[in-house]
T-cell receptor, first 110, second 113 residues
Framework: EDQVTQSPEALRLQEGESSSLNCSYT??????LFWYRQDPGKGPEFLFT???AGEEKEKERLKATLTKKESFLHITAPKPEDSATYLC???????????FGAGTQVVVTP | DAGITQSPRHKVTETGTPVTLRCHQT?????MYWYRQDPGHGLRLIHY???????DKGEVSDGYSVSRSKTEDFLLTLESATSSQTSVYFC????????????FGEGSRLTVL
């Protein structure tokens, strides 16, 4: 059965303290691995799509990487505004049919 | 930015009553999706649509139906609401088909008593 597991469930960081979030997946026929950010009371916001092992993408303080079994979201020198829940998802079929992990809640304190 | 409006944003109803949630988009996107989000389960796909009158089931479709009579509107109906359908419901559009990017609405919080 295809599945994705995110760890840790929650992460508390000091401002400037870099860290990584993990997304482990067991998927046959991966079409894309996605990262979304979700703020409380809001819908998820797209961050990245990764298509194949070895691929990396960056946006401001965030960098996503992909291996054959895991994806990492690295947060470099985080700021309080990076506080959110980060969701990992995958697609094996049509693009919009995503299966999501439960998310990692990140809190960055000043 | 894409425009998605979900209505109602909050609703409390009783078991056994019908409920319809509406998703309206202003961008003329072909693909639309309904997801539900529950603690510990993440987001799960309920139904999706590839165009007018073209819909299909997702992972958790039991107890739900959908309709899409116009490109801009995608309706999710709970024919007889149950307490297990208490959730936050998100509509999404396929914003960029080449990247798989979805654009989500703000969500509709449904409580079934």
């Amino acid at each position: 059965e295809d599945q994705v597991t995110q760890s840790p469930e929650a992460l508390r960081l000091q401002e400037g303290e870099s860290s990584s979030l993990n997304c482990s997946y067991t998927v046959s026929g991966l079409r894309g691995l996605f990262w979304y950010r979700q703020d409380p009371g809001k819908g998820p916001e797209f961050l990245f799509t990764l298509y194949s092992a070895g691929e990396e993408k960056e946006k401001e303080r965030l960098k996503a990487t992909l291996t054959k079994k895991e994806s990492f979201l690295h947060i470099t020198a985080p700021k309080p505004e990076d506080s959110a829940t980060y969701l990992c998802a995958f697609s094996t079929d049509s693009w919009g049919k995503l299966q999501f992990g439960a998310g990692t809640q990140v809190v960055v304190t000043p | 930015d894409a425009g998605i409006t979900q209505s109602p944003r909050h609703k409390v109803t009783e078991t056994g009553t019908p409920v319809t949630l509406r998703c309206h988009q202003t961008e003329n996107h072909r693909y639309m999706y309904w997801y539900r989000q529950d603690p510990g389960h993440g987001l799960r796909l309920i139904h999706y649509s590839y165009g007018v009158k073209d819909t299909d089931k997702g992972e958790v479709s039991d107890g739900y139906s959908v309709s899409r009579s116009k490109t801009e509107d995608f309706l999710l109906t709970l024919e007889s609401a149950t307490s297990s359908q208490t959730s936050v419901y998100f509509c999404a559009i396929g914003f960029r088909e080449t990247t798989g990017e979805l654009f989500f609405g703000e969500g509709s919080r449904l409580t079934v008593l």
